[in-house]
């Protein structure tokens, strides 16, 4: 069965600092991978997405980047985080389209 | 692009029905996703329609109307466990690399 990994699970950082969250796939080929981050009390928002390893696409201007070094590894990384970077980070995997995303258990950055 | 609405809050009690509606308006469309959040933990799958009509899956059904832009989820026997968040996920027909846009969730809270 497939199961994603990521963490971890709590972190707290000075603004300024960098960011470096991992997640990782278990028993699938080549899936589509997904990061979101939700504020508190709100819905999820896509950051980024990947289709195949070093293939990453943005969906909203930030200061976060992400990378696919490996068919199952997604890591989300800053240089400098900012306050507004707090959040609940969500890596999730896919494969075909009439199928659900899957979830990790999500990373709850602070940032002080 | 996609708007994807939902209620705030539910509030039903122990045994009883909810209904949490969902309307959305994208510019295609391939399936709408329904996701339960736990506070503090990840989305995990309910329900996914395609097609209109109503899918059932124990005590939760969820209904789509593709020509109203509508879809519900239905939870029956409510139990105390069930007070969570409630996403509804739509995936858009003209994006290839199947990513999802969030509605902000439903808070459901069942009382005794």
């Known amino acids: 069965s497939q199961t994603i990994h990521q963490w971890p699970a709590t972190l707290v950082q000075p603004v300024g600092s960098p960011l470096s969250l991992e997640c990782t796939v278990e028993g699938t080929s080549n899936p589509n991978l997904y990061w979101y981050r939700q504020a508190a009390g709100r819905g999820l928002q896509l950051l980024f997405y990947s289709v195949g390893i070093g293939q990453i696409s943005s969906e909203v201007p930030q200061n976060l980047s992400a990378s696919r070094p490996q068919d199952r590894q997604f890591i989300l990384s800053s240089k400098k985080l900012l306050l507004s970077d707090s959040g609940f980070y969500l890596c999730?995997?896919?494969?075909?389209?009439?199928?659900?995303?899957?979830f990790g258990d999500g990373t709850r950055l602070s940032i002080l | 692009g996609q708007n994807i609405d939902q209620p705030t809050e539910m509030t039903a009690t122990e045994g009883a029905i909810v209904q949490i509606n969902c309307t959305y308006q994208t510019s295609g469309f391939n399936g709408l996703f329904w996701y339960q959040q736990h506070a503090g933990e990840a989305p995990t799958f309910l329900s996914y329609n395609v097609l209109d009509g109503l899918e059932e899956k124990g005590r939760f059904s969820s209904f789509l109307s593709r020509s109203k832009g509508y879809s519900y989820l239905l939870l029956k026997e409510l139990q105390m466990k069930d007070s969570a968040s409630y996403l509804c996920a739509v995936r858009d027909g003209t994006d290839s690399w199947g990513k999802l846009q969030f509605g902000a969730g439903t808070q459901v809270v069942v009382t005794p």
């Open positions: 999730a995997w896919g494969t075909k389209f009439d199928q659900p995303q899957h």
